[in-house]
């Protein structure tokens, strides 16, 4: 699988040398290279997975829009449906029978967020209202409390009841969202803004964030910090716990 990151989307080209030929001079090799071919991989990447409770399928989601499921025992995909635009995140239900993909295009104008609900037996699909300005890129759910969330490239996160599929909660970051997990009524959220990631990579340094929390019981409410703000790390990634009582987080510094 690729790595996401999580910072833009960006084309992965793979060029193609060759040796014309080589000339000794003073002791040291010239070679002469010559593009002989360049293709673009992207479009063929593998950008979400999940895994059904009973663990006999693997549930995949690419970046072509397809929805693979993929038998562990069969070791080879046994169905597959497709989505209008590509796939950048999902999650599977309680039920293990639905899944919600996350995602939209995300070239030029054409940027635009979609999401909604899968019957992997049946194949039929709900779309939900998506109420993104861009293409989300980062999709985490709580089943027992029945939040799902996404996070948009521009910084919207919005959160979905996954029994009705309506929005119940929005907040505008206005920054670039890099990390998201949900607990209950807690919503843990690590994010840069658009400055600071231009000039740590014109710098070459790694730019620092923190851990915040938003209430899904009181969206109006500001974020709070969860760690404090003097953070030294760049956390990138954030996964709840199946039980609930744990965050995992991982960092750079």
Known sequence: ????????????FTICLSAAGWSQTGGQAEYQLHLSRRINAHGDEFNAAALTP???YLIIGTEKGE???WGLAERRV???FKQNSPIHGLVMLADGRRVVTAGGWH???????TIGRWDLESGDYEEWPSNANGTFFLLTSDSRSGYILGADLNGRITAWADSSGQVVATWEMKR???ALAVIGNTVYVTSLDSSEIA??????????????????????????????????????????????KFIAGAYQN
Do not use: H, Y
């Open 78 to 80: 046994l169905r597959s």
């Open 54 to 56: 009973d663990e006999r």
């Open 199 to 244: 000039a740590a990579m014109e710098g070459g340094e790694t730019p620092t964030n923190t851990i915040q929390t938003l209430d899904l019981r009181d969206p109006s409410r500001e974020p709070r910090q969860w760690i404090p703000d003097a953070s030294t790390q760049l956390w990138r990634e954030l996964v709840a716990s199946p039980d609930g």
């Open 1 to 12: 699988m690729k790595a996401r990151c999580p910072f833009f989307f960006s084309l992965l």
């Open 176 to 178: 670039v969202v890099t």
């Open 107 to 113: 070239m030029g104008e054409m940027n635009s967020g």
């Open 67 to 69: 929805l693979l499921v």
